[in-house]
């Protein structure tokens, strides 16, 4: 099947197999790795991307599914050549360790903020429940998320 | 001994010992350019899947691959009997034992490896793998170590020759005649049997690997999901007798280890073998449900521990009996002459003179691992039972817990202490970190409230843990693996810029070496941390070391690291002296700099000596400012620390949830703060994992239960509590920068405290053991069992 999508602002067209999900696309075909597999059961979330701005486990989504779509990964986080806020408080916060789980967690908080500009701990801690850490606890990934909503805030208002 | 939280000694400029400094990988990370071993495509590469048992155990019959091998673009269906050509087919495992590669005879566990599909894609590879037919006789599948060790069990390693029964080892340690003559004597007895159940790190990133034999010059790249890769490489020196010099391992970033990535799989000997008959590369990534079925478990401990107790509550001895459940292959992670890892460190904090520890190992149709799940060789099974023993000894005879701890603690002015078992404690001051913990907890209001909330019907707990870790191991004489000393290694050359690199034979897997170890460097030669780069994981360049598990990556490599920077830094104090035209004795050293004792204005920079190292060097010094250090600890370190745990169980249902949690950590002397931390939150969630809802179990078909994340459970973090941290700071005295290793005190100590927590709060039921999970379901069990 014939898709056309757009990935972190390109446009793309593919000759593309009914059955290939999402991530793979993304990882095989566009070569964007900052997208991960971590389960096969749409429980981990290290595969999410926003999709038209909605975080979605790229692995329980076809390709096809993303056809006339927009799609944003980890790799479009960084506009003209500037971390996002949400990067540069991963970084300040020791809001990662092994890197695995971090670009989904990036963009499930950078959708949050979106929403919701200033998330208490609990609707952060709610907002990433589908998205699981082996090696934070979670503390410092909560606290790079509402460090960068309050930076966003504060870009916003300067 | 005891330190108060020292000052970093250098600058924020140099980010020496101290500073929270921000880490240097996280640069990649953000920006989803980490390099992951999935992350890898070579040209041509083919991709692998295994196809594997549905049974536990079962004799094979047949195995038909000529579907699979029809579909278009298979290139090849590797089976047992193929491998065994090559006398592939069996592997050893890091404990001496035997592995299937694929298996040929029988199938010793369900998802065991029997046959893999190497195709142009993996869904192609996928699609044939179903297709493989294979026909079995069913044989008993045995799934519990107490069946496995009956008279008529039937025998799980026919294999093995000389295996007449299915006991896996048999281990002890201690002095029984001692122990049963304080038992004897003794006023009080106590005792706990407590299952610690099958767990699986899961890390996010399953294994993997590619390799590339290059079929013209034998040459084979192999990156793979290590955390040990020299160790590694000499492993498949020796089981597929390639030359060592042309396998080159290259372990990419690494999405999380926790012990999973310490073995070597199947998996990655077929993709060798796959791509070495092939002639091209080959991909082979577990899917979470391979991962967690196969790949290697811990735990799956039974224990029984008894107490002697003295009437004024002074602990005289202890008695130990464990059985575990090994699968079907002894692949435990582990030094040879220690069966059962270092379990025998289950004496813990306390001062006693006698104890002895029994243990058996038996052969299961349950995947094979026994790996030391962030923590050091079985220490999260020995420190779970005996703080579960202690609090309920408190209990029995009736004693604060935290009071008991503190009269049966082994004192400041005991260390070097001896164990009864053999360890040598290097420093501690249990008693100063518990008091924290109570204090940063409210220990006393919590106490008084339990009361005052039972007469209004709610159900308080507090619980902790005392725990003392051991980790770094060696040193080389008792501690090996496979025959390799467990030393390890740092490189170290300063550029003529002064610029540096740091070559370890670690490999880090989220625990950001890259950072801490450019600190070391930078405290001891002053050279700014953020001008050294950090490599390792690629065996042709970086030196021989025995890799990150066991909390070992500081207490050994960290140490070698400081060292050979000394060394360094003696010479460098040779090219000063040139320099300045000075005696050596005659310079004082400030991090960075030379200066002439009584003559500050004359001073050399380390950036000015590594350029001379270069350009004008001694006549009598050979040039260069380089060298490499192989150090083999001269005896393990013993972190420790108090959590403590406060609950509210719902009397109605039995669900428990943690109002606070406290923990306080003494790991010696903290090179990064920051990154100290976050180690000890991920640990704590990871206990809190465990003590609460992850375990693998297995149906009596063998069938496992706990295969996928929908069965196995992993706290997010709306179920994963708020941590507080505190710390102590007790130095080790034998490490060159005093420091401990930090990695797995959370996850060792942890889960005593959260159970503790729940026991506690049923204890006036006279309720004294919970199985981990202490799922809902188990606590209203147990207080309706305590009720009736």
């Known amino acids: 099947m014939n898709i056309t999508l757009v990935v972190n602002g390109t446009e793309h ?146 | 001994m005891t330190t108060t939280v020292h000052q970093p000694r250098t600058s924020a400029e140099i980010g020496g010992l101290g500073h929270s400094r921000r880490r240097v990988e996280d640069a990649r990370f953000i920006e989803g350019q980490g390099h992951y071993v999935d992350d890898i495509e070579l040209p041509s590469m083919l991709h692998m899947v295994i196809h594997r048992s549905p049974l536990a155990h ?48 029988k199938v010793r566990f369900q998802g065991q490896e029997i046959a893999a599909v190497i195709a142009t894609d993996r869904y192609i590879a996928e699609d044939a793998a179903e297709l493989i037919q294979v026909e079995y006789d069913d044989l008993e599948p045995i799934v519990n170590p107490q069946r496995a060790l009956e008279r008529d069990a039937p025998l799980i390693r026919d294999d093995k020759e000389g295996q007449d029964s299915n006991l896996c080892y048999e281990w002890e340690s201690g002095d029984k005649a001692a122990v049963d003559d304080a038992f004897a004597a003794a006023a009080k007895v106590v005792s706990l049997e407590t299952f610690y159940p099958r767990s699986h790190p899961a890390p996010l990133e399953t294994c993997g690997v590619v390799a590339d034999v290059d079929s013209v010059t034998g040459q084979a790249t192999i990156y793979m999901t290590s955390q040990a890769p020299h160790a590694h490489r000499t492993v498949f020196a020796l089981v597929a007798g390639l030359p060592e010099q042309n396998i080159r391992i290259i372990s990419p970033d690494i999405g999380g280890g926790f012990g999973n990535k310490v073995p070597v799989y199947p998996g ?76 025998h460190i289950v004496t813990g904090s306390y001062d006693y003179p006698a104890a002895h520890v029994t243990t058996r190992g038996a052969y ?150 890259e950072t801490t170890f450019a600190q070391i460097v930078a ?84 950036q000015d000596v590594a350029f001379a190292a270069y350009t004008n060097p001694p006549p009598d010094l050979e040039a260069g400012l380089e060298g490499v250090n192989y150090y083999d600890p001269p005896n393990m370190t013993y972190p420790f ?34 990154i100290v931390e976050g180690q000890i939150h991920g640990g704590l969630a990871e206990g809190y994992a465990m003590s609460s809802m992850q375990y693998i179990t297995f149906d009596e078909a063998g069938n496992c239960i706990g295969s996928n994340f929908m069965d196995y459970l992993i706290p997010t973090a709306w179920e994963t509590p708020r941590f507080e941290l505190g710390e102590t700071v007790t130095p080790s005295p034998h490490h060159p920068i005093g420091a401990k290793g930090v990695g797995e005190s959370a996850t060792v100590g942890s889960p005593a405290a959260f159970v503790n927590a729940v ?21 209203w069990a147990a207080m309706e069992q305590a009720r009736a």
């Open chain 1, 13 to 158: 067209t593919a000759d593309i197999e009914p059955r290939r999900l999402l991530v793979d696309f993304i990882r095989s075909t566009l070569k964007l790795t900052g997208t991960h597999i971590g389960c096969d059961t749409t429980s981990c979330g290290v595969c999410t991307v926003l999709l038209d701005g909605t975080p979605v486990k790229s692995c329980t989504v076809f390709a096809v599914q993303a056809n006339g779509r927009s799609i944003t990964t980890v790799e479009g986080l960084k506009q003209n050549g500037q971390l996002a806020p949400i990067q540069e408080a991963f970084k300040e916060h020791h809001g990662l360790q092994c890197g695995f789980c971090t670009p989904a967690m990036m963009l499930v908080g950078s959708a949050l903020i979106a929403e919701n500009p200033s998330p208490s701990e609990d609707d952060v801690r709610w907002a990433i429940s589908g998205n699981l850490c082996r090696c934070t606890g979670y503390v410092n990934i909560v606290k790079s998320i509402r460090a960068a909503a309050e930076a966003t805030s504060q870009g916003a208002t300067s």
């Open chain 2, 364 to 513: 299961t149709n349950k995947a094979p691992g026994g790996v030391a799940y962030r923590c050091s060789f079985r220490v999260t099974e020995a420190s779970y039972l005996i703080e579960r023993l202690v609090q309920n000894a408190a209990y029995e005879i009736g004693m604060d817990p935290a009071e008991f701890r503190a009269r049966n603690f082994i004192q400041p002015e005991q260390f070097p202490y001896l164990s009864p078992t053999g360890f040598v404690y290097d420093s501690g001051d249990y008693e100063k970190a518990m008091r924290l913990a109570m204090e940063m907890v409210g220990y006393d209001d919590i106490q008084a409230e339990k009361e005052s909330a039972r007469a209004e019907g709610r159900l308080v707990g507090i619980g902790m843990a005392s725990f003392t870790e051991v980790v770094g191991a060696g040193h080389g004489e008792e501690y090996d693996i496979l025959g390799l000393k467990m030393f390890d290694s740092a490189e170290l050359r300063v550029h003529p810029t002064g610029k540096a690199i740091l070559k370890l034979g670690v490999r880090s897997q989220g625990q950001g070496h």
């Open chain 2, 641 to 674: 620390g108090t959590y403590m745990v406060v609950v509210d169980v719902d009397p109605e249902s039995g669900q428990w949830k943690v109002r606070r949690m406290v923990a306080v950590d003494d790991c010696g002397v903290r090179i990064n703060p920051m």
């Open chain 2, 523 to 606: 405290e001891e030669l002053g050279i700014p941390a953020s001008d050294i780069k950090v490599v390792e994981g690629d065996t042709d360049n970086t030196p021989y070391g025995l890799g990150t598990y066991a909390s070992r990556s500081t207490p050994v490599a960290g140490a070698a690291t400081a060292m050979i920077a000394r060394k360094l830094r003696d010479k460098a104090r040779k090219i000063a002296a040139h320099l300045l035209e000075a005696s050596e004795d005659d310079l004082e050293w400030e991090p960075g700099k030379f200066s002439v004792a009584g003559d500050p204005d004359s001073s050399v920079t380390i």
């Open chain 2, 58 to 105: 079962a004799r094979i019959v047949s195995i038909d691959t000529s579907e699979a091998e029809a579909v278009e673009g298979v290139v090849a269906v590797v089976t047992g009997e193929l491998l065994a050509g090559y006398n592939l087919a069996w592997m050893p495992t890091l404990s001496g034992d035997t592995q299937a590669v694929l298996a040929t005879d």
């Open chain 2, 268 to 343: 990655y000997v077929v993709a060798t073998a796959a791509s070495l008959v092939i002639g091209k590369p080959v991909k082979w990534v577990e899917t979470r449900t391979e991962n967690l079925i196969s790949t290697g478990f811990a735990r799956d401990y039974h224990m029984k521990g008894e107490l002697a107790v003295s009437e004024e509550g002074r602990i005289l001895a202890l008695r130990v009996d464990m059985l575990s459940d090994q699968g079907a292959f002894f692949a435990d992670a582990q030094p040879t002459k220690f069966r059962a890892g270092l379990f």
């Open chain 2, 759 to 779: 026991i506690d709060a049923l204890a006036h039921l006279g309720v004294r053991n919970i199985d981990m999970p202490v799922s809902a379901d188990r606590v």
